[in-house]
C-alpha cells in the first residue's frame, strides 16, 4: 500500500513541479511575505534554518530567493530531493513564499520526512491558506490528508521540569511539553537531559496514526563533574554540550562523568566544529574556543534513526546532526547495535548547504535480530470460508462413471465461519485456538431400471426413472494450531491446524419414474436418512497474508486445504406411503409402483453406500484480526 501511495505521490510531483516552473515562477518575486507571527515550527527546513536571515535589501533578497527557487525547481526534475530540499531551505531564509514551502514539503515526503512535512504544508496553509488559489488549496489539504497515516505520536514526559527532549537529533522543546510530539512511522531515537540528571534514552517504535507514551526516568548524578566552557576574545556565545544548549560563554555546566560534546554558536556564520573534552569526578574541565567563520551548513542524516554519527573523529550523539562546519573534505562514520559500522567521505562548498545521508547494513549475525521484540501477544481473529472440492470419496460419487450412468452432479461445495485466538510465542512463531462452524454438501442423479412389481410386471415391464440423491453434513468445529510467519510486513505465514468436526450428516433421496405401461412420469417420495452426529478428524494447512490497517487491527485472506478422515454411510430409513403389499420388497435403492405410488422399501439387512470417505476441499478465507 505505501509502494502504491509513493508511486502515486511521484506522478503528482511531476505535475506539481511543470505547474510550478510554468506557472508559479513569475509571481515568485511578488510572493507574500513570512507574516509577523514568526516562522513554521519545522526545525529543518524553517526560514530560520541558517540561523539569521538573508542580509540585503528586500529586492536582493527576492532575487536571492528567486535564484536558490529555480536551482530547486532543476534538482528536482531530476530527483535529486536532498540538494532541492536545501535550495528551497536558503529560499525560504531569503524570502518565504507559498511556492517555496510547497515544493519543499514535496522535498521533505520524498525524503520520507513525513512529520517535517506535514509541518511545512500545515505552514504553507496558515501563512498564505488566504490568498491560495482553490486547486491549490485542495492540493495542499489533499497532501495532508495522505501523510497522516504515515505519522505517529510521542507524548514524552518527565520527573523533572525543564529537561530538554531531542528526537532523532531535533530539539523538540522542554518539559512539560505543551503537547504530543509527531514523528514518522519507525523506530526514534529520544534523549531527554538536564543539568545534574543522567541523560534518559529511549528507542521506541512508532506506527502511522498511533499514539506512543515515553516516561522519562530521570536520575540525579551521585557523582558529577564541571565543565568550564570560555571564548577566548570574551564574546558570549551559544554554548551547546551533547546537543543541548546550556548557557552562553562563560560557562559552567554540571555533567556526568566521560566525555563530552562541545559547540559554540555565534552571530551569523560564527560558531565552532564539534569538539570532545574528558570531565573527571569531582574536577572541572576548561575549555577555551576560538568562534571562527564557519562557511558551510551541512545536515547529517543516518539510517536507521537511532544511530550514533561521528564527525571527522568527533561523536555528535544520536540521530541526526545539523551544524556548521569549513569548507573541504570532512568524513561521517555511524553505528548502531545490530548494523555493521559504516563511513562515508563528503565535501562542502563555502556559502553552500550540503544533505548527507549514511545508511547502515544490518548484521545478521547480531543476537538482536534472533528474538525480536514483540510488540503483540494476544490476538483475535474473525473470518469466513468458502471452497469448493473434486470429490468428498465416497462411493456415491465414485459410482458416477462406474457402469452408472448419471446425467446430474453438484460438486462438493464447503462454507463456513470462524473465530480464531492466537498466542505469540515470537515474533514469528505463534500458537491458534479455533472455534467455528463448517457445511459441506453435494448432489448426484442417477438414472435407474427396476422390477415394476406384481401389478405392474403384469401389466407389461420394469420401471426406469431418474434418482436424486442430496448428502449434506453441517457442525461446530474446534482445531489447535501453529503458524510461521515468513514475511514479516506485510504479514505472510504458513500454519497447519488439526482438530474434529462435529458434523450432523443427512442423505435425502427423491427423483422421478417412468413406467411402460404408462410413460406419464411419476414423482418418488421423499426418503431421508436418520440425521446422526459423526465425529470427523480434520487437518487444515494454509497460506496466510494480511495487512495492517493501524497499530492493532489487520485485515487478510488465506488459501488452503480442508482434509476430512471418515467414512459416513446414512441408512435410509422411510419407506414408502400407498399399498406396500404391491412394492417390490428387499431392493434399498430402487423404487417401485403400484400405478399411482412409488417409493422405497429398504432393505435392514442391505449395506448403505458410503457419501464421504477422505473429504479433500480447497478453501479461501478472509478475515479481520485485533491483537493486543
Known sequence: MLARLRSSRRRVTTAVVLTAVTTFVPFLVRGQPLPPTGPAPSASASASASGSAAPGSLEDRKEQAKNHYLAGVKLMQSEQWDAALAEFTAALVAYPTSNTRKNAAICLQRLGRFDEAI???????????????????ELTEKALLDLKPLVGYLVITANVEGASVVVDGRDRGQTPLAGPIAVSAGTRYVRVVREGFAPFEAKPSVAGKSTVKVDAKLEALARVGHLRIMETAGQAVEVQVDGVVVGKT???????????????????????????????????????????????????????????????????????WTGRLTAGKHELSATAEGYLPARKTFEVEANHRANVKITLERDESSSIWAEPVLRHRWSLALGGAFGFGASLGGEIEASCGDGVECSARTRPWLAGGFLRGGYDLTSRVGLELTFGYARAAFGVTRNFEAPGGKRLAAEGGPVAGELVESFSMGGPLLTAGIGFAVVREPRVSIGVAGGVWFARAQLRRDGVVDVDADPKRRPLYEASSEAAVTVVPVVLPELRISFPLDEHFQIGGSLGLFLGFAEIRPRVLQTAKGSPQDLTDGQPANPTSNGKFVGYVPSQRAQPE???AITVLGNATLFVRYAF
Not at 120 to 137: I, Q, T
Open 119 to 137: 509541518e511545512m504544508w500545515e505552514a504553507r496553509l496558515k501563512e498564505f491558506g488566504a490568498s491560495m488559489p482553490g486547486p491549490e488549496r
Open 610 to 612: 458410503s457419501a464421504t
Open 250 to 320: 562563560p560557562s559552567e555546566t554540571v555533567v556526568a562523568p566521560g566525555t563530552h560534546t562541545v559547540v559554540l554558536r555565534g552571530e551569523g556564520n560564527y560558531g565552532t566544529q564539534p569538539q570532545t573534552v574528558k570531565v573527571e569526578v569531582d574536577q572541572t574541565a576548561v575549555m577555551r574556543l576560538t568562534v571562527v567563520p564557519l562557511p558551510c551548513e551541512a545536515q547529517l542524516e543516518p539510517t536507521p534513526a537511532f544511530a550514533a554519527v561521528a564527525l571527522d573523529g568527533v561523536p555528535l550523539g544520536n540521530g541526526a
